[in-house]
Each structure stands twice: as C-alpha cells, then as structure tokens.
C-alpha cells in the first residue's frame, strides 16, 4: 500500500504541473477544479482503472465520466501521462483543430469514455454505462467524478434514484467537494454541506474521505468494489486550487489563467 | 386504423428478438408508449427511469457508448424540450446510436390540449446537428421505419400518434430513412407532407381531382435529411408548393422546403400548420379545421396557387 500511495502522489503532483502548464499555455480554462481533482485523478488512472492505452476502445475497460468537464485539464494531463496520447498534445489546449477541446469530446482524445462540460450530465450517463455492461456480464467498473457545485443541478439526483434502484455496484460516484463554485461558495450560493446525507437517503453506500490523502482514497475505492449490489459515492472533501498558496480556496480561481508571474510562483510550489 | 404509437411498441418487441442491443428506456408511460410487453419480455432490456426524462436522456447516452441502441420511450413535448439539452450535448454532440422514440407529436393527442401537444419538436430538434427526423404516416410506415432507425447511425428522433390514422401502406412497403415517396405525379403543384398529415393530403387529392385538378404528392417521412432529389424532381416541373404538417410552420417540414425553395430559386409555397399559436383541447378533426390544416384548406392552397 505504501508504494501504491508513494506512486500516486507522484503522480497527483506531476497531473497538477500539467493542467497549469496547459491553462497558462492557453491562457484559459480552469485551474481550481482542476487541482482540486488531481489526487483522484491519479488514484483512477495510475492505481485503480484496468484501462489499455494501445487500445482506448478496449471493451473489457474500467470507464470513467468526468461529470465536471470544465476541469479536464486535470483529466488529458492524466490521460497523455497513462500513455493515451503524447505529451505534446497537452500544448494544444483550447486552440483551433487541437483534440483538447475546452471541454472533452470523446471522439476526439484516446482514452476518454464520455463527452461532457454541461453539469449535472455524467451521473445518468455513468448510470446507462453501468447498467448496460452489467447486464451483458461485463465486469468492468464505472467512475464518476461530479463538483459539489454541480450538486445544485436536478438531473444528479434523477440520477442518484436510477442508480440505487438498480443497485449499480459496479458504479462509483466521487463528489470533488471544494466548496466553491463560479460565483461564490456554495454555501452562499446553494448549500451542500449534506451530500453525503442526501446520497445516503438516496440509498446510496457513502464514504466520507479527505480527498488529498491517497491513502483514503484508494481505501475508498478499494471498498466500494466489495458491494456488488450497491452503488458507492466517495464524498471526497478538497481544497479548491489545492497546491498553488494563492489559488487556494480562491473563488477567482475557477476560470482565470494565470499571468507569467503567477505561473512561476504555481510552478516553483508544484515542484515542492 | 392504429396509432402509429402501436407501431413503436411493436417494432422494438421484433426488434428486440433478433438483437440483445436493443434497449427500451421508459419514463413511466409505457402503457401510453405501448411498451408494457417489451418490458415483460425483455426486461434485461427495459428501464424504466420514472418521470424523470433528462436522465432518461443520459443513460440512453450511456448505453450506447457501451454497444447498445437504445430507444429513449416519451412523448414528444418532454424528449424535444424537457430533455433538449441532455438530448444535444449528451446524444447528438457525441454522435450516440439514441432513439428517441416520442408519441403525442403534433396535435393528435387532441383532447389532452396544448401540454401535451409537441407543435415545435420537429424545429427544435431538425436544428440539433446529426440529428435525424423522421414519423411515419401510418401504423406500416411507423413500423418500418422505427426498424430502419434501430440500424441508422447516430441519434433519430422518430415522432408517432397519440391517436390511431388511417391505413395507407402495404405490410410489405419498403421505406428507407432519407427518402421520400411520389405518391401522385404529373400534377400542376406539389403538395409535400409527412406523418399522418398524409391522410389530409391525401383527401385534398381527392376533392381537387374531382374538380379535373391533379397533384404530386410527396410523403416526406424523413424532415431531416430532406430528399432533395424527389423534391427537385417534382418541383422542377410544378414550381408550385403547398407543405402540410402537424407542427407549428416555424421551423418544421414547411421551413425545410421553403429554404431549399429559396436558395435554388424555385417556385411558389403555401405552409399549411399552427400559425404561431398553441392547440387546445377538442376533437382532432375540428382542431385540424380550426387552425385551418384540414382537407379544404390544403385544397384551397393549391387553388390559389393555381391562380397565379
């Protein structure tokens, strides 16, 4: 466990130095939600997915939905580092003709399993995935990663009832919860201090977990595939911006590139 | 006489036999959707999602990237509006293997009134781009069709009855999804409908050739994509228009006509359809005439073409 741990916060630091690099680069996109996500990310892509980067398309794969599309920065930094595509692709972020559009397209990037970049989409999608490999006794395992934020929309708990009345065990939600959201916190602009109460009224199993600690990430999703017949939400608790001292816990932060100087205060701190 | 609704639920059961793919997700209609069998047959290939069409719409989405072809089960006012959103960034942006299999289009579920009535779905969603259009004008059509959607690429929107239309078509019809059909030709105008407006084109034929006026006759099952080469075919030689559809004029099967008119300019057109204005509740048949969509009024469009 402790090389399983050592490996992904490497590589959590590594997927953090990429999705700003990307978002200076471009000089757009969203660096909070894309720092606060690396630590799962990583756990995903570099512990826990059975994927196959020579064959993105492979049908026995472990899929992920990255329900908070605006942060795939965070995401194509994990998919080039697994090997998906190359490195350099990550240059081509938001710019004309690049495969890393401002919010993924699935036809577009090796390895992604799902367009997304509307909130509150990728639950009934991860949820049509689940049911539809199951039922053909495909043992891969489905991966949702929604914003607290993105909690506000309706359709997640459409969602939330599809998955626990077909007890979808081999789906796993993982709420990246920042408390932060475009305009302001979420508590001034729509409370969700009770997710994890609401998921657990919804039926769901709930695991409560600080988000930037790999240990109790991987523990989390280690556990949520010993419960088959039911579905799992990690409520992982963040830190929006996390790893960068000025962006932390920043509203501003959400969909603001930073300028050059700023960039090199991010990255002399990612290195640490 | 059927619904052509009945044809949906009849087409997914044989469907559904020959193929594991095939999918039913329900919004808790599907006695109205007539797919209360396919769920007793088939339930390793039914969902039903409750009244919740959004999510409906999404994990259609997710069935698809997983091999399947799933037939999203609604009515028309919710899969077009309530889930228009879902439909486009989750169905059509991806380019997903989704039906969307809605009922109540246009003004035939009559007595429900304008909840229920969908007058603008066919715009919304001929607007969606990858997005197929299609409804069938009878129960033969509807079937054939819906079959021949299963195996179209990318996301369909097929649109049926509420109320049962008459019988027009042979069991055995051949229809292909993209072309339309010249049910009269050699006439002086053409007349262009589809879905089961058909029927009131038809009649209109009928009073007009009484009075030694023919027309061609185009069921246009397909909206999007239009077959351009059948209406070039008519309408090179006739220069005169009349579209008739169950939708409102704006944006429907008379825009579509109208715009290819337009850009290859050709002739004169007549839209019959709601002008800018929501049902009510009422027989169809007086609802047809009230908003001026029935049989006369398609005649007296073409006699009035036929002045000038």
Known sequence: MRQRVANVEKMARIIRQEAIK???????GHPGGSL???DILACLYFDQMNVRPEDPHWDERDRFVLSKGHACPGLYASLALRGFFGMEQLNTLRQFGSILQGHPVMQKVPG?????GSLGQGLSVACGMAIGLRRRGNDARVYTLLGDGECDEGQVWEAAMTASKYGLGNLCAIVDHNGLQNDSTTCVIQPQENIAERFECFGWR????????????????DEAKRHPGQPTLILARTVKGKGVSYMENVVAWHGTAPNEAQFEIAMQELEG | MAATRDAFGHAVLELAKDDPRIYVVDCDISKSMKTVDFARKFPKQHINVGIAEQNGAGVCAGLATVGNIPFLSTYAVFASMRACEQVRTSICYPHLNVKLACSHGGLTPANDGATHQAIEDVAIMRALPGMTVVMGADYNAAKALTKA????DGPVY???TRDSVPDFYGHDEVFEIGKG??????????VVSFGEMLHEALAAAEILRGEG?????????TVKPLDIDLLKESLSRTGRCVTVEDHSMIGGLGSAVGEWMAENGCGRLIRIGLNDCFGQSGPYEVLLKHYGMDRESIANAVRKLLLN
Do not use: C, F
């Not at chain 1, 992604?112 to 997304?116: A, E, V």
């Not at chain 1, 790999?214 to 989390?220: C, D, G, H, M, T």
């Not at chain 2, 959607?149 to 179209?152: C, E, G, N, R």
């Open chain 2, 181 to 190: 059909k010249l049910l009269r030709s050699g006439g002086k105008v053409t």
């Open chain 1, 206 to 221: 709930v695991t409560r977990i600080d988000g930037h600690d790999a240990w109790q990430i991987l523990n989390a999703l």
């Open chain 2, 149 to 152: 959607a299963a195996y179209y």
């Open chain 1, 112 to 116: 992604l399993d799902m367009t997304t």
């Open chain 2, 213 to 221: 006026v023919e027309i061609d006759l185009i069921d246009m099952s």
């Open chain 1, 36 to 38: 606060s996500e690396a």
């Open chain 1, 22 to 28: 990307m978002i200076y680069k471009a000089q757009s």
């Open chain 2, 158 to 160: 097929l649109r049926y």
